[in-house]
T-cell receptor
Framework: QQQVKQSPQSLIVQKGGISIINCAYE??????FPWYQQFPGKGPALLIA?????SEKKEGRFTISFNKSAKQFSLHIMDSQPGDSATYFC???????????FGEGTQLTVNP | DAGITQSPRHKVTETGTPVTLRCHQT?????MYWYRQDPGHGLRLIHY???????DKGEVSDGYSVSRSKTEDFLLTLESATSSQTSVYFC????????????FGEGSRLTVL
């Protein structure tokens, strides 16, 4: 089952640049669209999430853009910093359901 | 992190031996999940629980069983460990049922020789 496709698998960005990670999904019943951030040796942690009634949400340097008709959403990291180097997962969900599945992850490296 | 404790954090075992990983929560949440993480595969759901004695399979449940006899503990058992089960295992709780937000433990690294 390939309900969630995340791209790219890896991304290298220079400090101060913009990092963009995309997530495409198939299930139109999804109604919660989060991004998780994971540092080496740690569990993933919720970074930012959006509901389908808005097209964009910004929290500091992190922005989610949501395109319902295209069934995709993306994470934008502005002014990327070396401390943002981590693995990022999208995990679109149907909140009325129980199963919660994740994309395959994007390894972001921000060079100083 | 406060809220979830996984044990053991590291384990090395031999093929064919049984292994049990424990996830303990202090927050009384209904939903608990076990994932495994492997390079190139992201996080894959093994089993999950939606209440005491209520569990269901995820996408990679073969070779694993779970039990939840009380709200705070969710056990993952490998009946006869194989080298393909070498992985990092994460437990998670769903803190708010009206969202899909998960809170993860620190992980248990299992090596099967």
């Amino acid at each position: 089952q390939q309900q969630v496709k995340q791209s790219p698998q890896s991304l290298i960005v220079q400090k101060g640049g913009i990092s963009i990670i995309n997530c495409a999904y198939e299930n139109t019943a999804f109604d919660y669209f989060p991004w998780y951030q994971q540092f080496p040796g740690k569990g993933p942690a919720l970074l930012i999430a959006i509901r389908p009634d808005v097209s964009e949400k910004k929290e500091g340097r992190f922005t989610i853009s949501f395109n319902k008709s295209a069934k995709q959403f993306s994470l934008h990291i502005m002014d990327s910093q070396p401390g943002d180097s981590a693995t990022y997962f999208c995990a679109p969900q149907e909140t009325s359901g129980s199963r919660l599945t994740f994309g395959e992850g994007t390894q972001l490296t921000v060079n100083p | 992190d406060a809220g979830i404790t996984q044990s053991p954090r590291h384990k090395v075992t031999e093929t064919g031996t049984p292994v049990t990983l424990r996830c303990h929560q202090t927050e009384n949440h209904r939903y608990m999940y076990w994932y495994r993480q492997d390079p190139g595969h992201g996080l894959r759901l093994i089993h999950y629980s939606y209440g005491v004695k209520d569990t269901d399979k995820g996408e990679v449940s073969d070779g694993y069983s779970v039990s939840r006899s009380k709200t705070e503990d969710f056990l993952l058992t490998l009946e006869s460990a194989t080298s393909s089960q070498t992985s990092v295992y994460f437990c998670a709780i769903r803190r708010q049922e009206n969202t899909g937000e998960l809170f993860f433990g620190e992980g248990s690294r299992l090596t099967v020789l």
